[in-house]
């Protein structure tokens, strides 16, 4: 999806030691784990790479690509350009390791032009996917050293000529390494069963990524991000570079934009802006 593989980073600020998993106090009368012993705030954006950290049960976080702008790259034959509008997810906390997911695709206005051919227009509403994150290993607090989890979706074909046309399944590992520093080294195996609307059919794609993020205070962190993936029907390589600033506006809100460079002939150049809040 525009899915947004990037932890997408999980990437936050200060690695400090809050009162989450192994906490004394109670929930409060609506369910929810006190204010005070919350988690820090953990995003799956803005990367490919995701965080394999889940939110505290009760709760939920809302991150969305408020815009993002797709070029394909110089040189193609075939040139395309796609905005996308607000994106977004919502996370539900479900257990201390368990979350569920919804990922709504935004409006797309997208053109494409040839030499000597007239440009085409479409515009409209993508699908919708449902996800479950399960941690495995290490979501209790930011200072253990090595976080792995594992998430589950299906896409339903519910975008009409601007979906896929057809239901998408797939499994992601991200895993995050937390250095000393503010440092963290972040890696994920992806496998999807992609839908060609075209051929009527499915393929396998494998997509592995790679990202290092690291926090400079209390309000700037950075990442950079390596990307790839390799469709098994027409064995092609799809690889880009991923960077950007991210901004923790309070202890709950998070603002990022960035740049995806491609490095293949068939990636793309996206420039996006994005925003996380968890309530």
Do not use: C
Request: no cysteine; charged share 20%.
């Amino acid at each position: 999806m525009l899915l947004t593989l990037t932890l997408a980073l999980g990437l936050t600020g200060p690695v400090t030691a809050p009162d989450t998993l192994k906490r004394a106090g109670q929930a409060n009368t609506a369910g929810q784990t006190p204010q005070r012993q919350l988690r820090p705030l953990n995003a799956d954006r803005p990367g490919v790479t995701e965080s394999p950290n889940t939110i505290d049960p009760g709760h939920f976080q809302l991150e969305t690509d408020l815009v993002r702008l797709i070029n394909s790259k110089p040189g193609q034959e075939t040139r395309s350009r796609t905005l996308r509008l607000n994106a977004f997810a919502i996370r539900a906390g479900l257990t201390d390791h368990t979350e569920v997911q919804v990922f709504v695709d935004p409006y797309t206005v997208e053109k494409q032009w040839a030499p000597g051919e007239p440009m085409a227009r479409s515009a409209g509403f993508g699908d919708m996917a449902v996800r479950v994150k399960h941690n495995f290993i290490g979501d209790d607090d930011e200072t253990e050293a090595l976080v792995v989890a594992a998430i589950g979706f299906v896409r339903l074909p519910t975008g009409g000529s601007e979906g896929a046309g057809g239901f998408e399944y797939g499994i992601l590992v991200p895993a995050t390494y937390n250095f000393q520093h503010e440092w963290h080294v972040s890696a994920q195996a992806a496998s999807f069963l992609s839908y060609d609307r075209d051929a009527k059919q499915h393929a396998v794609e494998l997509a592995p990524s790679f990202a290092v993020d690291h926090g400079f205070n209390d309000w700037l962190a950075a990442f950079a991000e390596f990307s790839t993936s390799r469709n098994m029907k027409t064995r092609q390589w799809t690889s880009a570079v991923n960077v950007g600033p991210i901004f923790h506006v309070s202890e709950r809100v998070q603002l990022d934009f960035g740049r995806r460079f491609a490095l293949s002939r068939s990636a793309d150049r996206e420039y996006y802006l994005g925003f996380v809040i968890e309530r």
